[in-house]
C-alpha cells in the first residue's frame, strides 16, 4: 500500500485529521506501544515543530529530544535554549543530547554523515526496545530525496526510502508528516500563534546538495514545469513498484531460505540486490545496505561458476562465501574495542582477544643503525612529537593516512591493496593512533607524521614493535 499526496489539503480536512488517517493506514502507532511516549526529534525547526504539536493534539504520549551537534556556536546553544523552553511551557518532556560532530567525525565521512550517524548511535542508546522515534520528514522531502538518489543512481527502493515505517540498525523509526507539504506545515503554524520556529542559515547554503536541490534544482523544475505534482506522481508509482519487488523479494527469501547459486543465477536482475539484501538482513539480525559495487561483484562471481570456496567481502565488515551449492555469511570476528595505550607507563601491550603485542622502546641515543628497521612490523617516531597516550584500533569505513614521504592522504583500504595484505587480515590489523591521527598500520605502512632525520637522529626515539602474541599463535 502506497500514500496518497496532493498539494493541498482536501476540503473540509484538517491538518491533525489528516496526519491522524495517516497514522492509522500506515498503522505507525499499533496499542501494543502506547505505554511508551514516541520519541520525537525535536530541532526547532519547522517540521520537527509541527510534528511535536500535531502528536500532541492527537493525545499521543510524546517526549521531545533535541540534539545539539556543536557545529553553529551560540546559535545552535540557543536552539537549544528555545525548544527547551518551548517544552516547559507546554509542560512537553523535554531532553537535550550532546554530540560532539566535528570530533566524532570518521575520516573520509562529511560533516552530514558524521550527523546522521551520531544521531542514530544515540536513538540506540536512548530508546527503549521497540520505543517509536517520528522524524518530522514531509512530502517536498521525498521530492528532494528522489532527485538526490536519481543522481546518485539507486534503484526504485532507494528512490522512494523516506517510508511512513521503517527499522534501522533496530530503532523504529515513523515519519506521519510523508503527505504533508511544506507550505501547508508553515500555513497551520501560522494559524496556531507559532511564526518564531528555529531556521538553520546552513540549510540554505548549496554547497550542501540537498540544499542545492532544495533552493536551486526544484525551483528551476517548478518554473519550468509549472509545478511539481508530475514528480509526487512519478513517486508515488514508484513506490509502488518498489513495494511489489520488495514483497516478491520476500516471497522468493521464503520459498528458498538458503540462497542456492543456481537459483540465484536464474533471478531477474531487479530481484536480486533485493534478494540478496533480505537474506543478509535476516543472517545478521538488522537491516543491511549494500552498495552498487558489492552487488554487481556478486552478479559477476556467480555468472562464473567455479568448484572451488570463493570469499566475498560485501563491505560493513560483511563476507559471503560461495560454494557451487550455497551462498553462506560468515561471521565476522569482532575486533577488540578501541584501546588506550599510555606507552610510556606500559611499554607492552597486549590485545588478548585479537592476538596482537605492541611493544614502545624509548631510545634515548639512537644513530642511523637503530633506525634501520628490519621489516614493517617495526617503526620508529620522534617521541617529543607524539602524546603520551596513543590509540589502537581497528579500520573503519573512510579511514586515511597520509603515507611516508607522501602529501596527500590515501584510503586505508588502497595501502592494504598496495600491500597486498588478504581480505580476511584487513579487519584483523591494528591501527595505531596519535589523537585520532592515524600514524602507522603494522605491516604495512607508517604515517608522514613526527619524522626522524635518518643522518643526524632525532632524540629520544620511540621505536614501536609489532608482532603476532603466543595467544594469538595456533596451538
Excluded at 506501544?33 to 502528536?55: E, K, M
Excluded at 528555545?82 to 537535550?96: A, D, G, Q, T, V
Excluded at 527503549?128 to 530525496?145: R, Y
Excluded at 540486490?273 to 543478509?280: D, G, I, Q, T
Aim: proline share 8%; hydrophobic share 35%; net charge positive.
Amino acid at each position: 500500500m502506497y500514500a496518497k499526496t496532493s498539494n493541498q489539503p482536501e476540503p473540509g480536512s484538517s491538518l491533525p485529521a489528516k496526519v491522524a488517517d495517516f497514522i492509522q493506514r500506515h498503522a505507525l502507532l499499533p496499542d501494543s506501544r502506547a505505554a511508551l511516549p514516541v520519541l520525537v526529534g525535536f530541532s526547532g525547526g519547522a517540521d520537527s515543530l509541527a510534528l511535536l504539536v500535531l502528536l500532541s493534539e492527537l493525545r499521543i504520549p510524546v517526549k521531545a529530544i533535541h540534539f545539539h551537534h556543536h557545529l553553529r556556536a551560540e546559535d545552535a546553544d540557543q536552539d537549544a535554549l528555545w525548544c527547551r523552553e518551548f517544552c516547559e511551557h507546554r509542560h512537553i518532556p523535554f531532553s537535550c543530547h550532546h554530540l560532539q560532530t566535528p570530533e566524532g567525525r570518521l575520516p573520509g565521512e562529511s560533516l552530514e554523515q558524521a550527523a546522521r550517524r551520531l544521531r542514530l548511535e544515540k536513538w540506540r542508546e536512548i530508546a527503549a526496545p521497540e520505543q517509536t522515534v517520528a522524524l518530522g520528514h514531509q512530502a517536498d522531502d521525498c521530492l528532494e530525496t528522489l532527485l538526490l538518489r536519481l543522481a546518485r543512481g539507486s534503484n526504485v527502493s532507494g528512490l522512494t526510502g523516506l517510508r511512513p515505517l521503517s527499522r534501522i540498525e533496530g530503532v523504529r523509526l515513523i515519519r506521519p508528516l510523508l503527505e504533508i507539504r511544506r507550505e501547508q506545515i508553515e500555513t497551520y503554524l501560522h494559524d496556531l500563534g507559532l511564526s518564531d520556529w528555529r531556521r538553520d542559515v546552513s540549510n540554505r547554503d548549496p554547497k550542501f546538495r540537498r540544499n542545492a536541490v532544495r533552493h536551486q534544482w526544484l525551483p528551476a523544475m517548478r518554473r519550468t514545469l509549472g509545478n511539481d505534482r508530475g514528480l509526487l506522481r512519478s513517486r508515488q508509482a514508484l513506490q509502488a513498484d518498489s513495494d511489489y519487488l520488495e514483497q516478491a523479494a520476500l516471497n522468493e527469501i521464503d520459498q528458498y531460505p538458503e540462497a542456492r547459486p543456481k537459483r540465484l543465477r536464474e533471478l531477474h536482475p531487479a530481484l536480486l540486490p533485493r534478494v540478496l539484501r533480505h537474506y543478509l538482513s535476516r543472517q545478521v539480525g538488522h537491516e543491511v545496505i549494500l552498495r552498487h559495487q558489492a552487488v554487481e561483484r556478486l552478479r559477476a562471481e556467480l555468472a562464473k561458476p567455479s568448484p572451488q570456496p570463493r570469499l566475498l567481502p560485501l563491505g560493513s565488515g560483511l563476507r559471503l562465501q560461495l560454494t557451487p551449492n550455497r551462498l553462506q555469511v560468515v561471521e565476522p570476528q569482532k575486533p577488540g574495542a578501541e584501546l588506550v595505550w599510555p606507552w610510556r607507563e606500559q611499554p607492552c601491550l597486549t590485545m588478548e582477544q585479537d592476538g596482537w603485542e605492541l611493544h614502545a622502546e624509548l631510545l634515548t641515543e639512537t644513530s642511523p643503525e637503530d633506525l634501520r628497521t628490519p621489516d614493517r612490523s617495526t617503526a620508529c617516531f620522534a617521541a617529543g612529537q607524539l602524546p603520551d597516550r596513543l590509540t589502537v584500533r581497528f579500520r573503519q569505513p573512510g579511514d586515511r593516512m597520509i603515507p611516508f614521504g607522501r602529501k596527500n592522504q590515501r584510503r586505508i583500504k588502497d595501502l592494504f591493496n598496495a600491500a597486498s595484505i588478504p581480505t580476511e587480515q584487513r579487519d584483523r590489523t591494528p591501527l595505531i593512533l596519535a589523537e585520532r591521527r592515524i600514524i602507522w598500520i603494522p605491516g604495512v605502512r607508517r604515517a608522514d607524521f613526527a619524522n626522524l632525520d635518518p643522518v643526524i637522529p632525532t632524540t629520544p626515539t620511540l621505536r614501536l614493535t609489532c608482532r603476532k602474541s603466543k595467544l594469538g599463535q595456533p596451538d
